[in-house]
Each structure stands twice: as C-alpha cells, then as structure tokens.
C-alpha cells in the first residue's frame, strides 16, 4: 500500500467545505511562504531528533534483563510507564531518516519490552498492575500499526510477522470494547482513527466498518453554536451540568480527538464529518494565545494542563496542519505550538510547563514519547500537506473585543496588548470534584509584551490520575484570581461557585465582564458570619487592565483579593509603596497598583509553583479594609 493510496489527500474536494480546498498539496510558487513552511519542517524534524536521543538516554539497556531492557526509566516518576512503548513509532521514523542504527535497536528494544504490560485480551495496561487501566491499547495499536505501515521494511520478515500478530491481538480487543462513548471521548474519537488505519495494516475490512461506525456515532458530539467536542466527564459523555452545558476539555480535544477525527475523514471523505471539523477547529483555534499556549483554564480536565497542551496527549499538530487548507491560522497554530514545545524542552525531554527548569522541576518523560509521534506523522506526511506558514495570524493574535462561548460560559477579551478570559463555567469532570476555573473568574490573563500574567490551575491540586500526574512541590496555592476567606480554617472563595453569573459590555474603547459570584467551599457550602456575595468586575482599556471586587454585605472574616501573578524565579520583583509591586518582564515592567496596601505571600523559595499549568508566581494578596472594596489596576509599561 502506498503512502499515496493511503491518505488520498489530493481528492479532498468537498461541498460540505465553504472553502474551495484546491490543489493544496502542492508546492507553493511563493518563496516567502515555501521558507516559512521549509522552517516548520526543519523545526519538527529538529524537535523529534532532539526528543528520540533524550528518550534514549534514559532507556535502560539490560538485554539479560527483559524485565527492564527497552523500557524508559521516568525521571519525575517513581511508577513504570506503560505507554512508553508507544516511542517505538518515533524512532522507527528516526532511523529512516537518518539511516543511524541506534533508533532501530531503541525502537526495537521498547516495543519488545511491551510483554511486561501485555494482558491475554490483547490489551496493554497503563502500569505494570494488570488490573490498571487498559483503554490505552488505542494508543499503543495505532503507534505500532504507524510503525509497520510506514516503516515495517526495517524488520526482519520474522519479527514483522510477531509485531503483526501483536497488532491483531490488540485490534480485536479495541473492536470489541470500544464504542465511541464508553469513557472520556478522547478513546473512541481516537479509535475512528485507529480502526480504520488497523483494518488497511491488517487487510480487515471489519475493523473499517467499525469505524465508519464510531465515525458516525461522533458527529453527534459537537456543541452548538461553536461545534465543540464534547465528553470529557463522569459518568457519561452526554452528562449535561446544571446550567445544560456538556463536558468540554480543550486540551484532550486539539491535542488527540481532533487529531483522530481529522486523519479519518481526510482519509475516508467524509465530507459531512470534514464539515464539523473545520468549524469546531475554527472554534478550538479561538482558545490559543498569541505564543502558542492553549488556554484550557476552564476545561473539564484541566488537571493535566500544561500550557502549551495536555500532559499524556500526542499534540495538535496533525489535525491543525493537514487542515491548513480550509484556514491557514490553523498552520500557523500547528507551527506556534511546536515552537513553544521547543521552548520547553532542556536535555532531549519535554518538560510539562513553562517553569519546569527556573523552578528546578524533572520532567515526565510520558510527556516525550507522547508528542514525539505526532512529529513523525507529519514528516510521514510530509508531501502531502498543505502549505504550513506564519502567514495567517492567529485570532487570538488581532482580536479585539468581546467572544463569548455560551456553550462554555465563558467569555474571551481583548483590547489593544491585552487578551483575557473569564469563566462561569460549571461542567465538572467527576460529580464531587472542584477542578478546573469558575466563578467568575479571571482565568488567563496575557499581554503580547508581558506574556502570560495570569493562568488559573486546580482549586485544590489533587492526583486525579497518580500514574499521569506528578505530585505538586511544596505548598498546593491555587493560581486562579479570587476573593478569599477562611472561617474556621475553612477556605471559601468565588473559584468554588458553579452557580456565578457574569454578563459583558464594550463601549467608548473600554470592555467590562462583570460577575456574581459566592464565596463557596470545596463541599458547595457558602460561608456564613461574614460576606459571601461579591461582584467582581474586569474593565479592560488599551493601556490597563482594572479588577474590582466589591460586596453590599459587612466583612466580619480577613478577606482578599489573591492575585498570583505568573513570573519565573531570576524576574525582578519591587514594592515601592504600599500600594504597588512592579515586576521586571524581559520586554517591559508589569506595575501592580490598589487601593488597598499589597503584601507578598511569605514564601521558602522565590517562587511558588503549581503543576498546573506549571508555572511559577508571585503570590499577591489585597486585603479587604474599611470601604469593603479592592481595586487593582495592572499596566505594563
């Protein structure tokens, strides 16, 4: 089967598209844009050799120990695990392209080390406990069945022939458990993809009816009006909050469900499929800043956010860039990920946040050979891609104004410098669980000099999946903005109320987003003896950014505003008046300013830190005094 054959990129002419698709694969005839899209190439081919040589200097070679050789020992993380196999596809591409025999023998030596999580159904499980989670078989078939198909004429005929048998073993079971909605919908998304590529590797056709299946079961799993994917919550995918919203996790969604969606119907012509896709993009592109972070501040898995994507996810970079066509932003979000990636990544490993390195954190290595195989389906698709350049800027880049998404709750800003977003989503993962922004919130705060001011994390950082998660150093400080009290040494702030409603407006140059919030604890409960009803107010000009939070009700319990302002150690930090801190960014300071006096959190380091986004702050507080109001003006200059 040829590459050509396999994709057909090239009879991609749809009705369903407004967009005339045209002969997009094609080399462009103009030269600016054949460097820029020549230089993402050269950056992914970069960032993927830079990755397989740090995965090899962390996998264990004991031939005489098949317990451990081939494996990739973690360098965060005191569990195995399991999905490292899953590198052997991003080293089988390694060792094509550079024709050097140590990706072979490490690609060999990972794969082979899958017996240790083999399960007689077929399955991989995610640790080394049999009874762990095995949905991951997904992952594991598609990045074998990617081996064998671009590059099975590596193998020897014997090995082949077992590698196969394998990718059968584990077809089978993904045919009989997967439907599109059986958990989170990252697994059956993922398995339209992943079905039909098996059922072409394995010449069966009843794998490819599965997943024509599955891919008609997902068209139903697209919000209105914005097309979002939704189904990322418990106990089912369908589950609606109580304002009537679905589970919606941005990072899972451009960073593993579109991808799979976007290969198959690209693959198959769904033009009806191929149609959602290009407007729920469109609509996951509006979330990217102007680096290349996504903001999942209010997403249902915000847990595993790490600013430039999801913590065990693949990247977005096939499903933006094989869909360049219909919207070229969507190439420039595929390169400007792939840059910040690069930013993040120090020894040959992809670190899960910005401040990994100034805060002295170790990266997962999950991180690595998760994105690592993304890399190479691109260079795998390399000739078949549409022109992938900077030449489209990225909404978020020139937007001004307000964006509100009703399916979300939430409200995107923009004026002159400044992009922000503020939440009342209440969609939760898990019935119980207090996670991701809300509240009314300030959730991203980011200025195109300054960068990330604000990013929201966990209300309370807990390990929601402990074999995907790494443990939180030192003092869990939540990084969301918010007003803040304790009774009893209970907290209670705005960031635990799903019932906050907020409403917007934009005039004469100046944009507010103002909100009705409780102040709530972990367990729903609204705090007594003491104000609980509080607006906050977010009033966004060109030149200043000014929150307010006022309440009608006497504070009778110390309250404050928390403003933990997102500045990596080594940035200078100033208070010269009671009333003002400035902190030194590399292109311009970013001045604090209240009508109340501002303290520094006492902190042991420099820094706090928080593994979402992971990132690190400096923890600004603003007490509540006399006049029952905070004002707080931010300006960078």
């Not at 490490?106 to 077929?122: H, Q, R, T, Y």
């Not at 997904?138 to 090995?159: M, S």
């Not at 207090?434 to 200025?447: D, E, I, K």
């Not at 934009?506 to 705090?527: C, H, P, R, T, Y």
């Amino acid at each position: 089967m040829k590459r050509k054959e396999f994709l057909q990129l090239s009879t991609l002419g749809s009705a369903g598209l407004t967009l005339s698709l045209g002969p997009w694969f094609n080399s462009c005839s103009d030269n600016l844009t054949r460097e820029h899209s020549l230089a993402f190439k050269k950056l992914t081919q970069d960032l993927l050799k830079d990755w397989c040589d740090g995965m090899i200097r962390v996998q264990v070679i004991e031939p005489e120990n098949p317990k451990l050789h081939g494996l990739l020992k973690c360098p965060a993380c005191d569990v195995v695990h399991g999905r490292c196999m899953d590198a052997v596809y991003p080293f089988f591409h390694m060792a094509k392209a550079t024709g050097e025999k140590k990706y072979l023998d490490a690609g060999i030596a990972v794969f082979e080390w899958e017996k240790n999580v083999s399960l007689p159904d077929g399955s991989w499980s995610n640790t080394l406990d049999p009874k762990s989670w095995n949905g991951i078989t997904i992952f594991g078939a598609i990045a074998l069945a990617e081996t064998l198909h671009y590059h099975g004429d590596l193998l020897d005929n014997g090995r082949r022939e077992r590698w196969t048998e394998r990718l059968s073993r584990a077809a089978e079971f993904i045919y009989e458990k997967f439907t599109i909605a059986f958990t989170n919908i990252n697994y059956g998304a993922t398995a339209v993809y992943g079905l039909n590529l098996i059922g072409r590797v394995l010449q069966n056709e009843t794998y490819m009816a599965r997943s024509k299946e599955l891919a008609e079961d997902v068209k139903a799993y697209f919000t209105r009006p914005n097309y979002l994917l939704f189904g990322e919550v418990k106990p089912t995918a369908d589950k609606l909050s109580d304002k009537g919203l679905h589970g919606v996790d941005l990072g899972y969604n451009v960073e593993e469900s579109l991808n799979g969606l976007v290969l198959y119907a690209l693959q198959e012509n769904d033009e009806d499929l191929l149609e959602l896709l290009t407007k729920s993009l469109n609509s996951h592109l509006e979330f990217m800043l102007p680096d290349g972070g996504w903001d999942n501040s209010w997403g249902t898995r915000q847990f595993k956010w790490s600013y430039w994507g999801s913590r065990t996810t693949d990247g977005c970079q096939p499903a933006f860039a094989m869909m360049a066509h219909t919207n070229p932003a969507l190439g420039t979000a595929a390169v400007k990920s792939t840059e910040l990636l690069q930013r993040c990544t120090a020894d040959g490993l992809l670190h899960g946040g910005i401040h990994y390195l100034s805060h002295g954190i170790k990266p997962c290595v999950h991180h690595t050979f998760a994105h690592s195989k993304n890399l190479a389906v691109i260079l795998d698709s390399w000739d078949h891609l549409p022109e992938i350049n900077l030449s489209a800027q990225l909404p978020r880049a020139t937007a001004d104004g307000l964006k509100h998404f009703s399916d979300l709750d939430t409200t995107l800003f923009a004026r002159g410098d400044w992009r922000g977003t503020v939440t009342t989503y209440d969609a939760i993962y898990k019935d119980g669980d207090y996670r991701q922004a809300t509240g009314g919130a300030p959730s991203v705060l980011y200025h195109n000099r300054a960068g990330l001011l604000c990013a929201a994390s966990m209300a309370v950082y807990k390990l929601v999946e402990p074999y995907n998660q790494q443990p939180n150093p030192g003092e869990d400080f939540a990084f969301t903005p918010r007003v803040e009290t304790f009774k009893n040494d209970v907290w209670y702030s705005n960031i635990f109320d799903r019932a906050a409603i907020m409403n917007s407006a934009d005039s004469q140059g100046e944009i507010q987003i103002m909100a009705k919030a409780q102040l709530k604890n972990e367990s729903n409960e609204v705090v007594t003896e003491t104000a609980s009803d509080f607006e906050l107010s977010y009033t966004c000009s060109k030149d200043k950014l000014r929150i307010t939070a006022k309440t009608p009700q006497p504070i009778k319990k110390q309250t404050a505003f928390v403003l933990p302002v997102i500045s990596p150690t080594g940035e200078k930090v100033t208070h010269p008046e009671p009333n003002q801190i400035t902190i030194q960014k590399p292109e311009g300071l970013v001045s604090i300013k209240a009508n109340v006096s501002l303290k520094i959190k006492e902190i042991p380091k420099e820094r706090l830190f928080n593994m979402v986004p992971g990132a690190e702050a400096v923890p600004i507080i603003a007490y509540f005094e006399e006049n029952k109001e905070v004002e707080i003006t931010i300006e960078v200059v």
